[in-house]
């Protein structure tokens, strides 16, 4: 009796929805464990279905919507809501969310994936995507010019170079065509919904196969079902301000998004100081004015036309344009072992004062649509990039231009119970065009001519799909094939599997290749005139129209636990080989034997000539691990992720350094600037209106610093007045770690690399001197905050 009265105690109900909250109808429902039931949701996307109590793994499909599987604990009756990605959803590799508590969910793809949503920025009062980032261990930053707030900074993920990774926003690509990366310093968080960090190379990849290190996708604010706004107005250290509007809903069949947002910041640094000039011999010195100003503004409109539950069309305009003083960042007190008893010895040098204005626009059609037994899936897109700089250059960043693309892609792919493919493809054009001369002082010295617009052309088709020959087995696959009219032709594969060895417990592995293409200003040979000449009389930054692709074979082995409805842990190895990698050739063989000593721009030297080269093999593999934990009674929870970052480069010649960090390259040493190891702790707690969050991000040594190891603490602590008004003080580096005004030249932590040549003309190794880079100090923002 006791037996059958267990068999029958447990009613799980549920709904299943859409992203912006609309039923889905005929969604179906299966658990899995114990017993096997399936259910279907009704008209108002509910569903209800009894299982014996146990663990279950929830698999819930619908025609139109990416799959979705996670586990459950069934002790009582329970609850479940569901939320689907549709097919043409903008991010990368579909996923859907439980809420339950989302940041619960483990990896349910065959790559790691972790999603940063609105709420985490929210909850840290992070009013920039950056900040947000820093928090993931496998990504590591470049700042080219500084570490200063208004300075650039790019993101890479398991490896050296940024352009090894994608950035899109909704899908689409916005990876810049001069560096390769996008400057994600001032991305507003009230423009997005979430950000998805995928890493590594997965089958479920729908925006081709040039990628190897993974891509950052920003989810920008999209429709809800039913109407929602929020209003917010913030101010604090160093002059910041910022007031962001949001609006969503949806009127009759027309959803609608709608994000303003400005931010301005008078900077850490505002100061007329002494100055020796790098660009002016007569400034011995000069009284220069030196900031860190930042006035950035963005607009974001999204309409959805919905024709029924799985047929729509979505049209999104991103602009985002920056103004900032980077002059505080580019300059720096000269701690340089080579200027010790000369005037500017621990007094500031540089370039000068520099203004840097950055243009972000970005359009987008999507739509999606019955076909024969599926599903259609369109994506229309047109996006610019410009540059702007006024004033001394401090890294190839720091060069006027603009990098347009151009975008069509279509997909149809088919779903079934236990399976579902696609095939689709898209065709893009892009041009790069330079407004200047890649080198200031070159168009100092000599008339500059016009660089050419530089354009390529790529088709990419693929097929991919996935199939459960078990019920707790899923096995993924995709071929791509691309072709730029740059280089040639390029086919890669991808296979991937994932295994539940019971509800809570899963393991995962994946195998496949992938590429980096050359940039268009890589292969591009500038004349002469158009290049800088440095202190060695060699000729920097020339392209190589003989570069070639770079291509990588990655290996990842995964597995992800959930400790009943509390707590999951996520581990990942990962092992990626890269061949040809594209690095910088410098003549050091040249410069040492005195052939530069005579090159000039009259009379130019072949053999004195720095560029981009294909050039040996490297390596980037490590360990990630997740660990999140909810303490229901203390209405606490906690997340701790950790990173181990090994990179390296080998069968190198001497005379190569890498393009990113600027540093000597050394065969099987650490690329310079990537920590091997690095994590974060964060820890949010609400009750009773009150509520509060604190976030510690650690860098091992051969930090993007270069300073010596350091850990940056954040902390927000607010109130809930009411329903909808929120009053917050954050507080950003309570420790003051790596803090200071300026960079200091030469006083980084050294990295052992090639300092000259030894007596038989072989590398000479040692302590290489790097630029200490610092970040603001403490600093505290008010944040006043209307959400209905």
């Known amino acids: ?85 549709p097919l043409d959803s903008p991010k990368l590799r579909q996923i859907g969310t439980v ?9 349910q793809g065959t790559i790691p994936a972790v999603t940063i949503t609105r709420g985490d920025l929210d909850r840290l009062g992070e009013d920039r995507v950056i900040d947000a980032l820093q928090d993931v261990p496998s990504t590591t930053f470049t700042r080219p010019d500084g570490g200063a707030a208004s300075a650039i900074a790019v993101v890479s993920l398991r490896g050296p170079d940024p352009s090894e990774s994608l950035a899109a926003l909704d899908g689409q690509l916005l990876n810049d065509g001069n560096t390769g990366d996008l400057d994600m310093s001032r991305l507003p968080s009230a423009a997005f919904s979430a950000i998805d960090v995928t890493e590594g190379l997965g089958p479920e990849d729908s925006n081709g196969s040039n990628t190897f290190g993974g891509a950052i996708n920003f989810v920008s604010l999209r429709p809800t079902k039913d109407p929602h706004y929020g209003l917010s107005f913030s101010g604090g250290s160093f002059g910041q301000s910022e007031s962001w509007f949001n609006a969503t809903g949806t009127t009759g069949r027309l959803g ?67 103004l900032r003083d980077q002059s505080g960042a580019i300059n720096g007190i000269d701690q340089n072992a080579a200027d010790i008893g000369t005037p500017q010895y621990g007094k500031l040098i540089g370039p000068g004062e520099q203004t840097f204005a950055q243009t972000i626009r970005a359009y987008q059609i999507r739509s999606r649509a019955p076909l024969g037994a599926g599903e259609l899936t369109s994506d229309l897109s047109m996006s610019d990039n410009g540059i702007v700089v006024n004033g001394g250059s401090a890294s190839p960043y720091d060069i006027d231009h603009v990098d347009k693309r151009y975008n069509g892609g279509l997909t149809w792919q088919r779903t079934f119970d236990t399976s579902q493919f696609a095939i689709g493809g898209y065709t893009r054009y892009e041009s790069l065009a330079f407004i200047a001369p890649p080198s200031a002082t070159a168009a100092a010295l000599t008339p500059a001519q016009s660089t050419p617009a530089l354009g390529q052309s790529i088709d990419v088709l693929f097929v991919r799909g996935g199939f459960e020959p078990l019920p707790q087995l899923r096995l993924d696959g995709g071929v791509f094939s691309s072709r730029y009219t740059s280089f040639g032709s390029n086919l890669d594969g991808r296979f991937g599997a994932i295994y539940t060895v019971r509800p809570a417990t899963s393991i995962r592995f994946s195998l496949g290749t992938g590429f980096r293409a050359p940039l268009l200003a890589e292969r591009y040979r500038f004349p002469y005139d158009q290049l800088a000449l440095d202190g060695n009389n060699v000729f920097v930054t020339q392209g190589n129209p003989n570069e070639h692709p770079e291509h990588a074979t990655e290996y990842e082995l995964g597995v992800s636990h959930e400790f009943g409805k509390e707590a999951t842990l996520d581990l990942s190895l990962y092992r990626t080989n890269l061949r040809d990698p594209v690095e910088i050739f410098y003549p050091l063989a040249a410069v040492a034997n005195g052939t530069c000593t005579a090159n000039s721009y009259a009379n130019p030297i072949p053999a004195c000539v720095s560029y981009n080269s294909n050039v040996g093999n490297a390596v980037y593999e490590g360990l990630e691990a997740r660990l999140v934990r909810r303490f229901t009674r203390q209405h606490l929870f906690v997340s701790a992720m950790y990173g181990l970052n090994v990179a390296y480069p080998k069968d190198l010649n001497a005379q190569f350094s890498n393009p990113t960090s600027g540093g000597n390259l050394v065969g099987n040493e650490q690329f310079l600037g990537i920590p091997q190891q690095q994590g974060s702790l964060e820890a949010d ?58 960079t200091v030249f030469g006083a980084g932590v050294p990295y052992r690399g090639i300092i000259g040549q030894d007596a038989a003309g072989g590398p000479l190794y040692g302590g290489l001197p790097t630029d200490a880079l610092h970040l603001e100090p403490l600093g505290v923002r008010l944040i006043l905050t209307l959400r209905r």
């Open 99 to 107: 809420t339950v508590d989302g940041r619960l969910r483990p990896v």
């Open 256 to 322: 609608y998004a709608l994000a303003l947002d400005g931010q301005n910041e008078a900077g850490y640094v505002n100061e007329i100081a002494p100055l020796y000039s790098s660009t002016n011999a007569a400034c011995a010195p000069c009284a220069t004015a030196l900031g860190s100003s930042v006035a950035s503004h963005l607009g974001l409109g999204t309409l959805t036309w919905s024709f029924s539950q799985n047929a729509d069309v979505t049209a999104r305009v991103f602009l985002l344009g920056d």
């Open 1 to 85: 009796m006791l037996a059958g009265l267990m068999a029958t105690c447990c009613l799980v109900t549920g709904t299943v929805h859409t992203a912006s909250g609309a039923p889905l109808v005929g969604a179906r429902t299966e658990l899995q464990g114990v017993v096997t039931r399936t259910t279907a949701s009704d008209a108002s996307g509910r569903f209800s279905v009894t299982v014996p109590p146990g663990t279950y793994r929830v698999v819930t499909t619908a025609k139109g919507f990416a799959p979705l599987a996670v586990s459950a604990d069934v002790e009582a009756d329970s609850s479940i809501d569901v939320g689907l990605e």
């Open 685 to 742: 707690w609400a009750n009773g209106g009150w509520h509060a969050a604190a976030a510690a991000v650690f860098r091992g040594r051969n930090n993007e610093l270069d300073l010596p190891p350091f850990t940056l603490l954040n902390a927000l602590v607010g109130y809930h007045i009411g329903q909808h008004l929120d009053l917050s003080l954050a507080a950003t580096n309570l420790l003051n770690a790596a803090a200071g005004p300026y």
